[in-house]
């Protein structure tokens, strides 16, 4: 490991940061420092090197063919670093910070965390509400749940649920769909950030999107299904978002069919990282309310 002292460590560090997270704004926040900062360590350490990891293109920085080879070993050493801090720290034990985008947040985790807390008092939950994936392997974030393929490099992803979708109202706007051509004659609420359309769940019933209306439009999904619940229109959710509700009976699925989307329910971990027993632990406790949870069914 002699060849460490030739090279800046925080260079090391930058180039990492850069060429993971793809710009050298994202790489500044990331680990504290100016944008200028991270800038000259990356000219510091190709100095050093003796060879160019990245060109400079108006839009900003893209890694070589070299650089590629060399940051998948130092997001692997990055990792590794970081597990020993929190070992050294002994951390990870009695606190867990858990990434979660903020409509899986608010729709469902935070009703349930007093039961995880009531189990394992010994163990601090910090929720990290956030849609950006985060790699729990360099980050200080032990968990990420995330919606997706699942196959996201440098992190182990292990499958919680399918997504899975259909239309939710009110019921009293229920009483005026009785079949999904009468989806045409309602308002629909819609959420232009939703990473699927109304074709996944029109089309197997063979219908397509363009016999929808108009309706509300909210770049948010808690709001969209607030907005079903206020009888605004008819909503196409999934299960954690709107499990709740329909126990609660403050929305009703007018039609019984659901369709996947594609996407999952994901946990996922640092590639490198040991789990913790309060990784273990909640990861255990999260499978159960799922498996538990009304209106949610696991494949």
């Given at each position: 490991?002699?060849?460490?002292?030739?090279?800046?460590?925080?260079?090391?560090?930058?180039?990492?940061?850069?060429?993971?997270?793809?710009?050298?704004?994202?790489?500044?926040?990331?680990?504290?420092?100016?944008?200028?900062?991270?800038?000259?360590?990356?000219q510091k350490t190709?100095?050093?090197?003796?060879?160019?990891?990245?060109?400079?293109?108006?839009?900003?920085?893209?890694?070589?063919?070299?650089?590629?080879?060399?940051?998948?070993?130092?997001?692997?050493?990055?990792?590794?670093?970081?597990?020993?801090?929190?070992?050294?720290e002994n951390s990870?034990?009695?606190?867990?910070?858990?990434?979660?985008?903020?409509?899986?947040?608010?729709?469902?985790?935070?009703?349930?965390?007093?039961?995880?807390?009531?189990?394992?008092?010994?163990?601090?939950?910090?929720?990290?509400?956030?849609?950006?994936?985060?790699?729990?392997?360099?980050?200080?974030?032990?968990?990420?749940?995330?919606?997706?393929?699942?196959?996201?490099?440098?992190?182990?992803?292990?499958?919680?649920?399918?997504?899975?979708?259909?239309?939710?109202?009110?019921?009293?706007?229920?009483?005026?769909?009785?079949?999904?051509?009468?989806?045409?004659?309602?308002?629909?609420?819609?959420?232009?950030?939703?990473?699927?359309?109304?074709?996944?769940?029109?089309?197997?019933?063979?219908?397509?999107?363009?016999?929808?209306?108009?309706?509300?439009?909210?770049?948010?999904?808690?709001?969209?299904?607030?907005?079903?619940?206020?009888?605004?229109?008819?909503?196409?959710?999934?299960?954690?978002?709107?499990?709740?509700?329909?126990?609660?009976?403050?929305?009703?699925?007018?039609?019984?069919?659901?369709?996947?989307?594609?996407?999952?329910?994901?946990?996922?971990?640092?590639?490198?990282?040991?789990?913790?027993?309060?990784?273990?632990?909640?990861?255990?406790?999260?499978?159960?309310?799922?498996?538990?949870?009304?209106?949610?069914?696991?494949?």
């Open positions: 490991m002699r060849n460490l002292n030739r090279v800046s460590l925080g260079g090391l560090r930058a180039i990492e940061a850069v060429g993971r997270l793809g710009s050298l704004r994202l790489a500044a926040e990331d680990i504290g420092v100016t944008i200028g900062a991270i800038s000259q360590q990356i190709e100095r050093q090197l003796g060879r160019t990891l990245f060109e400079r293109r108006p839009k900003g920085l893209v890694l070589t063919d070299l650089g590629q080879g060399v940051l998948r070993h130092l997001t692997r050493g990055m990792g590794e670093l970081s597990a020993a801090i929190s070992l050294a990870d034990e009695n606190r867990l910070t858990v990434s979660v985008a903020p409509v899986f947040a608010s729709k469902w985790l935070v009703w349930r965390l007093k039961r995880f807390n009531e189990a394992h008092p010994d163990i601090r939950v910090r929720v990290d509400a956030t849609v950006g994936l985060v790699d729990p392997g360099i980050a200080d974030v032990d968990i990420c749940i995330r919606v997706g393929k699942g196959s996201w490099p440098g992190v182990t992803a292990e499958k919680l649920l399918d997504q899975r979708i259909f239309p939710v109202c009110s019921p009293a706007l229920a009483r005026q769909i009785k079949t999904p051509a009468d989806l045409a004659n309602v308002p629909i609420i819609r959420d232009p950030e939703a990473m699927f359309g109304w074709n996944t769940w029109l089309g197997p019933n063979g219908l397509d999107d363009s016999i929808l209306g108009n309706g509300p439009v909210f770049s948010d999904a808690s709001l969209c299904l607030d907005a079903a619940i206020a009888g605004q229109g008819v909503f196409l959710a999934w299960e954690t978002l709107a499990g709740d509700a329909l126990a609660f009976e403050r929305l009703v699925a007018p039609f019984p069919d659901r369709y996947r989307t594609g996407d999952a329910y994901w946990f996922v971990t640092g590639q490198y990282a040991h789990k913790s027993n309060s990784v273990r632990a909640f990861e255990r406790w999260l499978r159960a309310e799922l498996n538990n949870a009304p209106d949610i069914t696991l494949i």
